[in-house]
């Protein structure tokens, strides 16, 4: 546990991960942290060079207790499909005296979201936010950072898509703007977040951790419509309009359709549904304007959203969902 006004000892789930690696190299870069990776026997993820690494075992969470003592923070990237595990970090965090936990948000949906309780997560989402409630010695910060801009892109199922068969499908006329982020983004807000004094320091402000305990805060790379993401596939594609096949879909029956496809065991409407609901015209997604976000606090930068689309296309074979 720290002993001055900073932290300096970073626990990290996930951190060679898809968002994982960024954050680890992200803080390792700020030279204030050491960062311990807290991985399982059978990982295969390769670890950013100067992580620690320590083993544990989720069916024994004595181990992961152990593996925590005297780190200051614990950074929490999971999978979907791992959710289950959540709870076990932040009970264990709790009990080593960690001081503070950044839960597994990194989306669009904070905490337990009602638009989400028809996912398969929905309820490990839930009791992961009954544990954060729970916390006796630890305060967590929930993260919200909208999708993924380079991991979305591409998934004709998620923001709509194809970027190798070059059609597209628009929700409503493809206005609505929702907020995303890239990799790299949310890797220097969780280092310059974990970098912040943990309590206010004369002559510095108001940016303290704080001053956001137990609270969900918001960072974002862009806040765009599909039509800003289709003008810059068309830059970085070399392309016209007239080179795509382009569809329109509200985003009301895109929604539907997606649960429907759920419903059916296809994997397409999961995405299909989970990324519809920011393209509502209510505004939902666009949390830069309807929240407000750390960016300015915490010095991030803005970025050229054709450098960003130019990663996604690349990725465009790797997509996954793009089957039934």
């Known amino acids: 546990m720290a002993t001055s006004n900073y932290i300096t000892k970073v626990a990290i789930v996930g951190a060679g991960g898809n968002s994982g690696k960024f954050m680890t190299e992200a803080l390792l870069k700020t030279g204030k942290h050491t960062v311990t990776a807290i991985t399982r026997a059978d990982s295969k993820s390769e670890l950013p060079r100067g992580v620690i690494s320590k083993v544990v075992d989720y069916e024994k ?39 503070w936990i950044l839960p597994n948000e990194w989306s669009s949906y904070p905490g337990a979201h009602e638009d989400i309780k028809d996912m398969f997560f929905y309820q490990m989402k839930r009791a992961a936010r009954e544990a954060l409630g729970k916390l006796k010695t630890s305060s967590y910060i929930g993260v919200s950072t909208g999708f993924w801009y380079e991991w979305s892109l591409p998934m004709p199922p998620a923001f709509g898509f194809d970027i190798t068969n070059r059609s597209v499908t628009l929700f409503d ?105 920011v393209f509502l015209p209510d505004g939902f997604g666009d949390f830069e304007h309807n929240k407000g976000t750390l960016n300015g606090l915490l010095g991030l930068p803005k970025e050229d959203l054709d450098e960003a689309t130019k990663v996604a296309v690349e990725r465009a074979g790797l997509a996954r969902w793009t089957g039934e």
Do not use: C
């Open 61 to 99: 969470p004595e181990t992961i207790v152990e593996a925590l003592k005297g780190q200051d923070a614990l950074v929490i990237t999971l999978g979907a499909f791992a959710l289950s595990n959540e709870v076990k970090l932040i009970e264990a965090a709790d009990e080593a005296g960690i001081q």
């Open 173 to 277: 006329e493809g206005e609505v703007k929702a907020s995303v982020s890239t990799w790299p983004q949310v890797g220097r807000a969780v280092a310059a977040l974990l970098s912040l004094p943990v309590r206010a320091e004369e002559g510095k402000g108001h940016g303290f951790l704080e001053n956001v305990q137990n609270k969900d805060v918001y960072i974002n790379s862009f806040t765009i419509s599909q039509k800003d993401m289709f003008e810059s596939l068309l830059r970085v594609t070399g392309t016209k309009p007239e080179d795509w096949t382009i569809t329109k879909q509200s985003a009301e029956e895109r929604l539907a359709e997606g649960l429907r496809e759920m419903q059916e065991g296809k994997h397409s409407g999961f995405a299909k549904k989970l990324y519809s609901r």
